[in-house]
């Protein structure tokens, strides 16, 4: 059963923008906490942002702040990841992935093991 998909993905020249979009279930929604990773090839992968949905509360890499935007819909279930001034770094795969509320969320967001369920990923590739 798939609980969450990532979409928005593409191909755009450093400097240009994309959006991505995590439309997840409403079980999965209900969690609160919701983060995007990243994961280029032969490389760790890293937490890009984290939002609490019960609270609007938000969390970034400082790799991404000032440049990436996390946000909520709850009318849709669905978490953005509004993402600008792209730079080649940035190339990897995307994912989305959801956890229960923990009072400990805006200090363990970034960690992978803090979640539970993850969408497959789209693929964001930046070219200089």
């Known amino acids: 059963q798939v609980h969450m998909v990532e979409s928005g993905g593409g191909s755009v020249q450093a400097g240009g923008s994309l959006r991505l979009s995590c439309a997840a279930s409403?079980?999965?929604?209900?969690?609160?906490?919701m983060g995007w990773f990243r994961q280029a090839p032969g490389k760790e992968r890293e937490g890009v942002a984290g939002?609490?949905?019960?609270?609007?509360?938000?969390y970034y890499a400082d790799s991404v702040k000032g440049r990436f935007t996390i946000s909520q819909d709850n009318a849709k279930n669905t978490v953005y990841l509004q993402m600008n001034n792209l730079k080649p770094e940035d190339t990897a795969m995307y994912y989305c992935?959801?956890?229960?509320?923990?009072?400990?969320?805006?200090?363990?967001?970034?960690?992978?093991?803090?979640?539970?369920?993850w969408g497959r990923g789209t693929q964001v590739t930046v070219s200089s």
């Open positions: 992935a959801a956890a229960a509320f923990s009072w400990s969320y805006g200090t363990s967001w970034h960690r992978g093991t803090t979640y539970n369920y």
């Open positions: 409403k079980f999965m929604y209900s969690r609160n906490c």
């Open positions: 939002i609490y949905t019960g609270g609007g509360s938000t």
